[in-house]
């Protein structure tokens, strides 16, 4: 019989979310996470992982929104007390912002979402007994 250390091995959060940050595969490093802009691959194609297990769900999209949120609010009254711009430009240029950064953000916070899942074998990413990955 295995005990818990046995069952363990080392899968690092941090290696595992910042690879997914990259949107490469938190096993390997090295093959795409993402077929598309937002769309998971099924496999690694380096490693083989599999990694259509993940359930990100609204998690990426709730952190982008909190994120550029914090951003955005100190912005606006940075902007406004110095600049003192016309509300249409104001409101332009902070839309234009607002949508660039959230562009940016959504996929990178959805591969740290599977990374963070893989890392802590969620969702049906943990191996099955005996059958650990050669990294």
């Known amino acids: 019989m295995m005990d818990d250390s046995e069952m363990v091995d080392d899968r690092?959060?941090?290696?595992?979310?910042?690879?997914?940050?990259?949107?490469?595969?938190?096993?390997?490093?090295?093959?795409?996470?993402m077929e598309g802009y937002l769309k998971v691959?099924?496999?690694?194609?380096?490693?083989?992982?599999?990694?259509?297990?993940?359930?990100?769900?609204?998690?990426?999209?709730?952190?982008?929104?909190?994120?550029?949120?914090?951003?955005?609010?100190?912005?606006?009254?940075?902007?406004?007390?110095?600049?003192?711009?016309?509300?249409?430009?104001?409101?332009?240029g902070l839309s234009v912002f607002f949508v660039a950064l959230s562009l940016y953000l959504l996929p990178r916070l959805k591969g740290a979402f599977v990374g963070l899942q893989w890392a802590k074998r969620m969702h049906g990413f943990g191996d099955a007994p005996g059958m650990a990955r050669a990294r």
């Open 41 to 92: 691959a099924d496999t690694c194609s380096v490693c083989g992982t599999e990694l259509y297990h993940h359930r990100a769900d609204d998690g990426p999209a709730w952190a982008t929104i909190l994120i550029t949120g914090h951003i955005l609010a100190p912005l606006m009254l940075l902007v406004f007390e110095v600049f003192r711009p016309e509300a249409w430009v104001m409101a332009l």
């Open 12 to 33: 690092d959060t941090k290696t595992a979310l910042w690879r997914g940050w990259q949107r490469h595969c938190p096993c390997c490093g090295e093959g795409a996470m």
